[in-house]
């Protein structure tokens, strides 16, 4: 008997979306300047099939299904579900046919730790709508698109960091990118290099932040200069300004010049100096930019107590967690002790996980 093939649904497919840990470069992206992040093996799942009228949502944990237009139109919606209308409503007007799907949506990202799920969770919208219609983006613009979807979604100014990171990740390697040219080349992170978050139990989140605060002080301190990028400040600029907007500014520029030594370190395999430029970042951030909390400044300090070879706050800030750059065979051990620590003064949150530079956002699977 000839064997027959098996049934296929042409028109069902998944999306993988991943979270990312930014190395270096924190609040650099939003003045042109520089970042080094990688995407990471945890992220958004996201099953999906073609269907012509809405976007029905379903999310693994969160209850009943979200229903929103195709062209992302229609009232406000809310929750999550904010971020699904956005993406169609920019998707529209970047000339997608409004076609709809049906899908759901599951999550290994740890949830307020700073591991950008919004971004994820937007691109993997977007690369499943782009799917459904047969329309096409670069990565780089449905980056951009992204971006301008978490604006639209939750008010959030937010960077190029983190959609750019979900969308460019790569096994094993770092990507150093310009967030004004955009242009952005690949730096491989050694075998030895052990990465590790630990989390605060503070949830971060940038809707309740001064996220946009900063970005405002960070903008005015770069009129004061007549700068439009952080990148093309000279040190001398940063003697003509005081208070406030020097401490921005000054973070900032010596930001993307740690970015450049860190890469140069991960380069050249010397990685106790890299955490030597974590740890300075860590300084900048908590002193000049003022985006630490107490909570985050003795993780930092717990982890270098047991023997990380640096550590600095991770994403935004204001909660989250840190990033832990350890030798990889003592890896575990710094994170479980850290971690210990940390429960033992504060009694919540210490939870270590592993991180990997990982591949970026793709279609894994077509009919
Ligand atoms: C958040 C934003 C990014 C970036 C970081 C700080 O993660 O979404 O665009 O500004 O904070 O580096």
Redesign the pocket.
Known sequence: MPETAPEVDESSFRVWAPGRV?LI??????SGGL?LPVAIQHGIRLAARRREDDIVLESEGHGRAETVPADGGGPRAWGWARYAQAVAAELADAGRPAVGLTGTISSDLPPGA?L?S??ALEVALALALCAVAGFELQPLDLALLC?RA?LRAVD?P??????AACLLGSDEHAILLDCDSLEHRLIHVPAGAGLLIVDSGVPRS?ENTA?GER?SELEQALRLVGADRSTEVEADALARLDGVAKRRLRHVVTENERVRRFAAALESGDLAAAGVVLCESHVSLRDDYE?SIPELDELVELAMETGALGARLL???FGGSVLVLARAEELEEVGRATAARYRERTGSGGNPLRVRASSGARLVRSG
Do not use: F, K, P, W
């Not at 470069?25 to 939003?30: K, Q, V």
């Open positions: 930014n470069g924190e609040h650099t992206d939003y970042v700073g950008s919004s971004a971006q978490e959030v937010c960077g190029i960091l983190d959609q940038l996220y970005r985006v994403g935004g800030g």
